[in-house]
């Protein structure tokens, strides 16, 4: 008999948690979220997930800023400044030199997408051991 209870209690012990998750889910599933249109929203527990994941995603880590920042750069002026402004916050933002090889290569990628294999070689100087000539070379063999 005690077996039998004990394997019950164990079996409670796993499911309840699982349960009362689900349910605190389905109840909140019909309340209306805020938003900008007039239609309410319907949240699922996989929209749950997402939020969160979204949440995190929204706290960015310095070298992720820089190189969007730089990205932009170079589609709105062009590669040589986008490598200049990376040369120097490097030099500013000593911190940031371990992620350099990584953002020039990103920005070699991005600048074969814009301007061309060819071109995007013309704008290649020694910033971060040639890693802006390296994500050229990828991209270009990729294409």
Known sequence: MT??????GRTLAFVLPV???????????????????SESRVLTASDTASDTASVRAKSRTP???LRD??????QE?????ALTHL?????????LAKH???????LGRAAVAHYGPTRAQSFSRPVCDTSFAYGVSQQSAGS
């Open 100 to 106: 350099c090889m990584s953002i020039a290569r990103s």
């Open 69 to 74: 920042k730089l990205l932009v750069e170079l």
């Open 87 to 95: 040369q120097r916050e490097i030099e500013a933002r000593p911190s």
């Open 3 to 8: 077996h039998t209870a004990r394997r019950i």
């Open 77 to 81: 002026k062009d590669p040589g400044i």
């Open 63 to 65: 070298q992720d800023i």
């Open 19 to 37: 349960v009362l998750v689900l349910s605190g889910t389905l109840a909140v599933a019909n309340v209306p979220w805020a938003s900008s249109n």
